[in-house]
């Protein structure tokens, strides 16, 4: 970002999957005046009812996966009796900690899940709304957040967002957050956790890397164009450079085609990156990053914890530090 606006003097700055993270962060912000939740990502192993809305979390949030699992059976020497009410329309491994364990698993059409969160978040309001489900007991998951309401009780919601569906993206983050304001009240921010699409997005975004605000999260006076503008641009011909670091839009951006489209017009495309990606074999210019754990720094994990890093391999060839090469 301080080489797109310091150096080059574009408001242009922005990575392939950050829409939907920008989405789901503004309908928090909406819901509780701050996209930074105060949710500890411990207390999930601790709780009592578990509400998670994903596709398959195992294999896109694995710790988060993790913790879950914990809070409905523990371990031989502390074992657990946590409830799980499962909203996903993909059968992954957490379904198996749902039923067997008391819990319920809701099963959706994809795109629908915001919409089945929505009827929970009614239900406990006393409105009665019929949830789009392909399975799943709508009564049981009732009376598994009925004991969510005990003030006594450590309640979790935890919702990934879609990575590729900015809407959906938007729609259940809201969702999610009205669901934890029925269930806890002035607490529900304490039990609300909205996971990042992808490693370090809470920390590109604190850093400046959003065309809408700069380090910090500023708002910025002028945005730039975000992603998907800069690919219109790019294909209209409007926008005739690029420069790409420690990014892969053909598989990290939806619509494959569009994207190297885009890219194959520019007139000067530049990446950064460790690994020779298919943007980097689209590239007029390629400058050799180092693997992250060759570098030195922080990344900001799901819950806004800032991390340190330290290289444990020196740079091979005529690789260095991409922050070096900026």
């Given at each position: 970002?301080?080489?797109?606006?310091?150096?080059?003097?574009?408001?242009?700055?922005?990575?392939?999957?950050?829409?939907?993270?920008?989405?789901?962060?503004?309908?928090?912000?909406?819901?509780?005046?701050?996209?930074?939740?105060?949710?500890?990502?411990?207390?999930?192993?601790?709780?009592?009812?578990?509400?998670?809305?994903?596709?398959?979390?195992?294999?896109?949030?694995?710790?988060?996966a993790l913790r879950i699992k914990d809070a409905i059976t523990g371990n031989p020497a502390a074992p657990r009796n946590g409830r799980l009410v499962l909203v996903?329309?993909?059968?992954?491994?957490?379904?198996?900690?749902?039923?067997?364990?008391?819990?319920?698993?809701?099963?959706?059409?994809?795109?629908?899940?915001?919409?089945?969160?929505?009827?929970?978040?009614?239900?406990?309001?006393?409105?009665?709304?019929?949830?789009?489900?392909?399975?799943?007991?709508?009564?049981?998951?009732?009376?598994?957040?009925?004991?969510?309401?005990?003030?006594?009780?450590?309640?979790?919601?935890?919702?990934?967002?879609?990575?590729?569906?900015?809407?959906?993206?938007?729609?259940?983050?809201?969702?999610?957050?009205?669901?934890?304001?029925?269930?806890?009240?002035?607490?529900?921010?304490?039990?609300?956790?909205?996971?990042?699409?992808?490693?370090?997005?809470?920390?590109?975004?604190?850093?400046?890397?959003?065309?809408?605000?700069?380090?910090?999260?500023?708002?910025?006076?002028?945005?730039?164009?975000?992603?998907?503008?800069?690919?219109?641009?790019?294909?209209?011909?409007?926008?005739?450079?690029?420069?790409?670091?420690?990014?892969?839009?053909?598989?990290?951006?939806?619509?494959?085609?569009?994207?190297?489209?885009?890219?194959e017009g520019l007139d000067v495309l530049i990446v950064i990156d460790s690994l020779l990606t298919d943007t980097a074999k689209a590239a007029h210019a390629v400058?050799?990053?180092?693997?992250?754990?060759?570098?030195?720094?922080?990344?900001?994990?799901?819950?806004?914890?800032?991390?340190?890093?330290?290289?444990?391999?020196?740079?091979?060839?005529?690789?260095?530090?991409?922050?070096?090469?900026?």
């Open positions: 970002q301080k080489l797109a606006r310091d150096v080059i003097g574009t408001p242009h700055v922005d990575f392939s999957q950050a829409a939907p993270n920008r989405a789901a962060a503004k309908a928090i912000e909406a819901a509780f005046g701050t996209g930074a939740l105060p949710a500890d990502m411990i207390n999930i192993a601790l709780s009592d009812v578990v509400v998670c809305v994903a596709g398959d979390l195992e294999s896109s949030h694995n710790v988060a996903s329309s993909q059968c992954g491994e957490l379904a198996d900690f749902a039923e067997p364990y008391g819990g319920v698993w809701l099963r959706c059409r994809p795109g629908d899940e915001a919409a089945v969160v929505d009827a929970l978040s009614k239900n406990e309001v006393g409105a009665e709304v019929a949830m789009p489900l392909v399975s799943g007991d709508e009564e049981a998951a009732r009376r598994v957040l009925d004991t969510a309401r005990d003030e006594k009780k450590t309640v979790s919601i935890i919702y990934a967002p879609s990575p590729v569906d900015v809407v959906a993206a938007g729609n259940g983050a809201r969702a999610a957050a009205n669901l934890a304001i029925a269930l806890r009240g002035e607490k529900a921010a304490e039990s609300l956790y909205v996971l990042p699409t992808e490693a370090n997005v809470n920390g590109a975004r604190d850093m400046g890397v959003d065309p809408e605000r700069g380090p910090g999260r500023v708002a910025l006076a002028q945005p730039g164009m975000d992603f998907d503008a800069m690919i219109d641009a790019a294909i209209s011909g409007t926008l005739k450079a690029m420069i790409v670091v420690g990014d892969n839009p053909p598989m990290f951006a939806p619509d494959r085609a569009r994207v190297q489209k885009a890219l400058l050799a990053d180092v693997p992250s754990y060759g570098k030195t720094g922080t990344y900001t994990n799901a819950e806004r914890r800032v991390n340190r890093m330290h290289a444990a391999l020196a740079a091979l060839g005529d690789a260095r530090p991409a922050l070096l090469a900026l």
